[in-house]
């Protein structure tokens, strides 16, 4: 691990605390919990990463596992906040119970599906599950993105803030999960690692920049962000 | 072979969200109105501005000030301005009528970072207002 690896490790720390920054200014914590409860649980987990790296080593077994777990735990972390988006959504309909149930069972799912299939693989690595429960996460999480935008599509929904939120999660999940799968294709490409930094700046940036920019009662009508438009 | 499909799928969903995510940015853009300064150097004539305007727009946004989160707005429209770029070079060959299509989206970029230069020449006549005062 390089000077690079450990300034983009404190640049994505101070981008996560700069959007936790904006986030509580923009009085988001009462209406969006769960977007300051997973950039503060990244800030908690990079830091940890960060000591686990100067007293064992970036090579250790410690920082790998912790790596992987603490990764699921963010994910869970985002499970939440795509759940607080679908509320947003379907609470004029009054169907947010039913989507928190939802949620809770396709995670429940996700999870053993997974270990099902490292199970059967033929070595029962922890890791090796973690990897795959990954990889098949950020993918449910692209799935039930796509749901909520296509949801979010048919009920014309027009509230240009949770558009935007809705849409940039919808690109993390996509760059997430297409990375750890070329990730389980090519295990030796180097580039992805930097990238991974990079992509992880992704949410915070998004999501600082629709609060400061975007007012509350902004509107948009979906079918000019997806159809195209010729006139200025 | 999940793995396979797992990355083209979600290079699909990248794509879709992204451009979807860059459009939202430029219609949430559509709503300022620009000075008659900024339609001057942009050489805006009657409400169309040029795709091609969009590097000039960005080489001058570079030599403004930033006020705030402004950049990141200009940085996500470039990666799409570039990806409509390669969409070009291939579709024009391919579909010829898609080009319409590109160069509406392409004035949209340029719009966006024009609205972003807007804003950065207001903001430093305002600190150049509050220097001269002092």
């Known amino acids: 691990m390089g000077p690079v690896d450990y300034s983009l490790l404190f640049l994505d720390l101070l981008v996560e605390f700069c959007a936790v920054v904006f986030l509580l200014k923009q009085r988001a914590l009462s209406k969006y919990f769960t977007l300051v409860l997973y950039l503060c649980a990244s800030i908690a987990v990079g830091l940890v990463r960060y000591s686990i790296i100067a007293t064992a080593g970036f090579s250790s077994g410690m920082y790998l596992y912790f790596y992987y777990f603490s990764d699921v735990l963010l994910t869970i972390c985002l499970y939440l906040v795509l759940m607080t988006l679908y509320s947003h959504v379907f609470s004029e309909i009054g169907a947010s119970r039913m989507v928190h149930i939802g949620a809770m069972l396709l995670l429940a799912g996700t999870a053993l599906i997974s270990y099902y299939m490292v199970s059967v693989s033929g070595y029962r690595l922890v890791t090796k599950f973690v990897m795959e429960l990954s990889q098949n996460l950020y993918f449910v999480g692209v799935v039930l993105t796509y749901l909520l935008w296509g949801a979010m599509m048919k009920l014309r929904e027009n509230r240009t803030r949770l558009m935007q939120l809705v849409l940039s999660m919808g690109v993390y999940f996509s760059a997430f999960a297409g990375s750890y799968a070329l990730g389980n294709m090519y295990p030796e490409l180097s580039v992805w690692h930097y990238l991974c930094h990079v992509m992880v700046m992704w949410l915070p940036i998004s999501w600082a920049y629709t609060f400061v920019k975007v007012a509350e009662d902004a509107r948009t009508a979906t079918a000019r962000v997806v159809a195209p438009t010729t006139t200025p | ?134």
Not at chain 2, 2 to 26: E, G, P
Not at chain 2, 85 to 99: D, E, H, K, T, Y
Not at chain 2, 101 to 118: F, K, N, Q, T
């Open chain 2, 1 to 134: 072979m999940i793995a396979v499909l797992i990355f083209v799928i979600s290079v699909v969903t990248l794509l879709q969200f992204f451009v979807s995510y860059s459009r939202s940015l430029i219609v949430e853009s559509r709503r300022h109105t620009l000075s008659g300064d900024t339609l001057q150097i942009c050489g805006m004539t009657a409400g169309k501005m040029a795709g091609d305007q969009f590097q000039r727009l960005v080489q001058l946004i570079a030599l403004c000030p930033e006020p705030g989160a402004e950049g990141r707005r200009v940085q996500t429209v470039s990666v799409y301005f570039k990806l409509l770029g390669f969409a070009r070079l291939i579709l024009n060959w391919a579909i010829p009528s898609v080009a319409r299509w590109i160069e509406a989206e392409r004035e949209g970029c340029a719009y966006v970072a024009a609205v972003v230069l807007d804003r950065r020449i207001a903001y430093t006549r305002v600190m150049m207002a509050e220097q001269a005062g002092h």
